[in-house]
Structure formats: C-alpha cells, structure tokens
C-alpha cells in the first residue's frame, strides 16, 4: 500500500510533544519550594517568563485540652501551601507552550514544540541544570523517566488505511488488531534490568490509539520509559550531572527501538527515525 496519505506530525517527524522528568527521593518542604519561587529570573533569561502556583490543601489536626476534668477536644487548622511551581513561555489562549514544572516531588520538563533530540535536549539541560542546582544537594535522584506522543494522520477514506503498512507484524500489535476497520486501543508494558549507564530497572510501556476526529483517522503512539536507580544518585547536579544526562540519552534509545519494532521500515523512513 501506499502511505502517502499518511502525514507525520510535524512532517518530517511524528513527534507531538515530549515529557522529561527527573524525581527526588523526599518530597520538598514548605522552606524548599519558596526558595524554587526565586528561580523565577533564570527560567526567564532562558525564555520561559510565565510564572504560575500551584496551591495544596494542608489539614493538621491539633489536640486541646481546656480543663483537667474537660475531655481532650481536637480542632483543625487548615491551610494553603505551595505545591509547585509552572515556569512556561508566554501563550495565547489555548496553546500550550514549553514548561518547567517544579513540585515537591519531582521537575516535569514539557516540549510542546519538539524538533530533533540533539537541539531539544541542549535546551532540556539548560532547564534541568537551574532546577538541580537548587535541590541537587539535598535531594537524590530516585527515577528518571522520558515519554514521547507521537501522531499521524491519515488524509484519505479510513476504510483506505492498510495496518500491515503501518504497523510490523513482529512486535507489540496483535493479529485480531490488523482485522479491525474501526478504532481500537493497545496497551504493553513490561520491565528490564539495566547496567548502562547505571544499574536500573526500566518500566516500558507503549499505547496505540486508533482515533477518528472529524472524519478523520489518526494514529496516536505513546511511548513511556521509566529508569528507577538501584542507588539514589547524589550530586545530580555536579559529579553525577553527566550520568543523569547518560540515562535521558538511554531513554531516548529505547524509544527508538521500540518505534522501530512497532513501525514498518516506510513509515520509520518517514520520520527519520534512524537520526537523532
């Protein structure tokens, strides 16, 4: 069959956005995430100007005792505190632009607006780099995980759409899958033992969606990749700054692998997967 009806993303790659995330083994305090807030001025030299809050409820229970014959009453004080904090580029409304986000338990990194690894993942480390400099001495790395969205659209009759010449028939796609004419959904996960770049257990999980939007057909690949240390990984921001990029890159591999298991060699063609 034919797949040139069938349009990657963003045309010379599939790639609709991409998830970094790096996750600490304490979640940060009240005192911690005040100080985040103050990271404001680097993110803005690197573009990302928009600050937003994000607020948490906190309950804490106290005991009061009025008297010694009273029984022992207990009341609650409730308040807000800072949950994390969004460093984004200026949108309009209902973009979705790059962000950093900063929570007590982890840094999210969103690019919206993915080109190729090599130019997106020297900006991944600028933004990293001013987040980790201000948690990496007190906190270690316990998991480092990367996820891809990719997209293609199929610009002609769904009835037209061959799954043999999208898909491989080797890896991941069940036989009744290629049957259907209609929309369907896999979902695969399984777990490896690494060594490289340090040891690791990795959670692989991929999602295929067959949707149909306005009449129109589209395949939808989520690939998550998901690295937890044996050991946690101090100094993530100094001495072990280049073993943390080392797993990203990993990471990064095994997407490709398992798009290369998933696709035929036309549509990895497309999207150049066989470049960085």
Known sequence: MNIDNLYPYAGNHAVQNAIFVVEWAEPLKTDAMIAINKLATKYKNLGLSHVQHQQMLEVNFEHMQTAAQEPRQTSRVSNQAL?????????????????????????????????????????????????????????????????????????????????????????????????????????????????????????????????????ERIIQIVGSHRASLREPLWQSHLKNKSVMLEVFTSLHKANKIMLGKLLTSQVCEKIRLTTD
């Open 83 to 215: 949950s994390g904090i969004v460093f984004a580029r200026p949108a309009s409304v209902g973009e979705i632009s790059r962000s950093v986000t900063i929570s007590r338990k982890n840094c999210m990194i969103a690019i919206p607006d993915y080109t190729r690894w090599a130019d997106v993942f020297k900006d991944v480390e600028s933004y990293l780099k001013i987040a980790l400099e201000e948690v990496g001495s007190t906190r270690p790395l316990t998991t480092i995980g990367l996820q891809y969205n990719d997209v293609f659209n199929w610009k002609d009759a769904p009835s037209e759409l061959d799954l043999r010449a999208v898909f491989s028939e080797k890896a991941f796609i069940p036989p009744n899958a290629f049957e259907q004419t209609g929309l369907w959904h896999l979902h695969h996960g399984y777990l490896e033992n690494h060594s490289d770049p340090v040891p690791h257990s990795r959670v692989e999980n991929i999602n295929v969606d067959m949707l149909d939007t306005a009449g």
